[in-house]
């Protein structure tokens, strides 16, 4: 895998547009920090967003199927970059309106990027090989969030905020860059979707493939378990600094949160072959359920901090396996419209958890919130379990008569 030049194409530019990518989140909360008072105002302008990406997200499907991955991957990275010139705008004109049409832009072009990303990883390695450099590459996506949100941090104190997004559009330019340099053989597979299928398929043919795999289906409903976390995720990080009376704990939320996933993601890789998936999506969804809980102490830092490593480490274990799963088991085929419906079906939860918690924050508080979230995961992961335990039971009755005589 290491002798491959694409990986190290792909793994460099994800490093490169993290950086990117975090410099302009934390220039968002900075910005709708000084606009907007309201946590729910946040979370409806977040939430704006995310709708655009929504729409698009059936027709970024086909096109992922029917075309180039790395040309989709070409337009999604120039769309972002111009992107970062309206937020430039917002913060020239300290208008609100601006930044929208910026978080519009950029969500579209992530509707289009990503499944065409993920699609391209199965042509890049063998299966055998997959589960390793979705590890990687997220430890890599990882490592680029806790430098660029240090980095970023620094930043703020010595320079304009404009800087900040023109740092992040030097490097969507360097991702774009390194994206042309990309030499992916998929000509073959497009040809014969082209010619067989490509006026007979439409979006909702994904959906018989979902539920006719049992283990995809499940691994789709349970990652709606860390979307409660991370909905409201840069939200919490904010009233946990404003609780605290502590700016620094920004910083030091996203950096443990970060190590932990890393050491998540290397862990997964070494057990992955001893633990069924099933147990480890469950495990992972508990830990994560037990975190959000652990933050009803967010006045404590040590606590705090403990609780994000949890989550860390929970969803470092919880996202490769399920990448994994879905880029085994799904016919390569539907690669382009599964994962543009699994960015759509997380989008859309996304919205949900971000506006509920943007609301619940003004209502009920941080601490009770989290207490709320966690109970709500942990009850949920009971009951896929048991679900599941239930079609396992049903599926296996001969092997059970067998056990018994």
């Given amino acids: 895998m290491w002798k491959n030049r694409n990986v ?20 968002n909360l900075e910005f709708m920090q000084d606009m907007l008072p309201s946590d729910f105002l946040k979370s409806l302008l977040l939430a704006g967003g995310l709708l655009a990406g929504i729409a698009v997200g059936p027709y970024a499907g086909r096109l992922t199927d029917h075309s180039s991955k790395k040309r989709v991957m070409l337009i999604a990275g120039f769309v972002r970059a111009v992107s970062v010139i309206f937020m430039l705008i917002a913060i020239a004109a300290n208008s609100i309106y601006w930044m929208a049409i910026f978080l519009v832009l950029l969500q579209i072009s992530a509707a289009f990027y990503f499944p065409a990303l993920q699609a391209a990883l199965p042509m890049v390695v063998p299966d055998k090989e997959l589960l390793r450099l979705n590890g990687v ?24 905020l404009s800087m900040l997004y023109v740092s992040s559009l030097v490097a969507y330019i360097g991702l774009f860059i390194l994206t042309w340099f990309l030499d992916i ?32 289906y499940m691994t789709l409903i349970m990652t709606l378990v860390p979307v409660l976390f991370l909905g409201g995720f840069n939200l919490m990080v904010i009233n946990i600094s404003e609780i605290q009376d502590s700016s620094a704990i920004k910083g030091w939320i ?66 490769p396996t399920t990448a994994t799963i879905f880029q085994t088991m799904v016919p390569k085929d539907f690669h382009g419209r599964f994962f543009s419906f699994r960015n759509m079906l997380d989008r859309i939860s996304f919205q949900i958890v971000l ?23 942990l009850i949920m992961t009971a009951i896929f379990y048991l679900r599941h335990q239930h079609m396992q039971t049903l599926q296996t009755p001969a092997r059970t008569i067998k056990q018994e005589n």
């Fill in 254 to 319: 996203y950096t443990a949160e970060g190590i932990s996933f890393m050491i998540g993601a290397f862990f997964i890789k070494q057990i992955s072959n001893r633990i069924t998936p099933y147990f480890i999506l469950f495990a992972c969804s508990c830990l994560i359920g037990l975190s959000e809980v652990m933050l009803y102490l967010a006045n404590l830092p040590v606590v705090t901090i403990a609780a994000f490593v949890l989550f860390g480490f929970s969803v470092g274990c919880f996202f």
């Fill in 137 to 160: 590459y997220m430890n890599v996506s990882t490592l680029s969030r806790i430098i660029g949100t240090g980095l970023a941090g620094l930043l703020l104190v010595i320079m304009p």
């Fill in 8 to 27: 190290w194409i792909l793994l460099t530019g994800e490093f490169i547009a993290g950086i990117g990518l975090w410099f302009g989140i934390i220039g």
């Fill in 355 to 377: 506006l509920i918690s943007g609301f619940l924050l003004d209502l009920i508080g941080l601490r009770l919130m989290c207490v709320l979230f966690g109970s709500l995961s």
């Fill in 185 to 216: 053989d998929e000509s073959k597979g497009i040809q014969q979707i082209k010619k067989s299928t490509l006026e007979k398929t439409s979006f909702k043919d994904v959906f018989p493939i979902i539920t006719n795999l049992p283990i995809v």
